[in-house]
């Protein structure tokens, strides 16, 4: 083979290495996907907060039938997420359980009224009530409604209602550390939808 060829042969195979090397290397740049979940779990809040912390949660709102009637039954509890104990008198924390009725959201009904005078850290206590379903046909609100149907929603609330002046009576022990917690969140589960029988 003359040199010339043996030349160019040489060439044309450093420049296939090198094409070669480029094609490594822009492979290896290249970002794969990553599948990230839909719904990431949230960082988690500082607890327990520094001093007593009332908290609520809604633990269940159902319907249910009593001897033929129907009924709203919701039950709860109050904790102390805190890492303290609450101490403190009659009337400076009332948890309520308040019913509102969507198609007349000005006019909500307090079911239940429990006052907390004390609760120690990390424990928590009961609260429940219920209510009785006027005119109820059928669960949910399936379209297209009978002739006379509607249909209605109701939102059960729970919290905590302090004395105004709770942080100026002395007292440290009554005095709660995380006032984003004294409702609870207003979630499906705390709705129930019904069809009823009604004048349009």
Request: proline share 8%.
């Amino acid at each position: 083979m003359k040199r010339s060829a043996r030349r160019l042969l040489r060439t044309g195979l450093a420049v296939v290495g090198l094409s070669a090397i480029f094609v490594v290397a822009a492979t290896q740049d290249v970002p794969k996907k990553v599948n990230l979940p839909k719904n990431p779990i949230p960082a988690p809040s500082p607890f327990p907060c520094n001093g007593p912390d009332l908290a609520v949660a809604l633990t269940s709102v159902k319907a249910v039938n009593l001897n033929g009637q129907w009924w709203v039954e919701s039950h709860g509890k109050i904790m102390n997420n805190g890492s303290k104990d609450y101490d403190g008198k009659l009337g400076q924390a009332v948890v309520q359980l308040t019913r509102k009725r969507l198609w007349d959201p000005a006019h909500p009904t307090v079911m239940t009224i429990y006052n907390v005078t004390h609760l120690a850290k990390a424990s928590f206590q009961f609260v429940q009530g219920s209510f009785q379903l006027e005119d109820y046909v059928r669960a949910g609100c399936v379209e297209p409604l009978g002739q006379n149907e509607c249909c209605r929603e109701v939102q059960m609330i729970l919290k905590v209602v302090f004395d105004p002046d709770i942080r100026s009576d002395g007292n440290p022990n009554n005095d709660d550390c995380n006032p984003k917690n004294d409702t609870n969140s207003d979630t499906p589960d705390t709705h129930i939808k019904f069809t009823a029988s009604c004048i349009k």
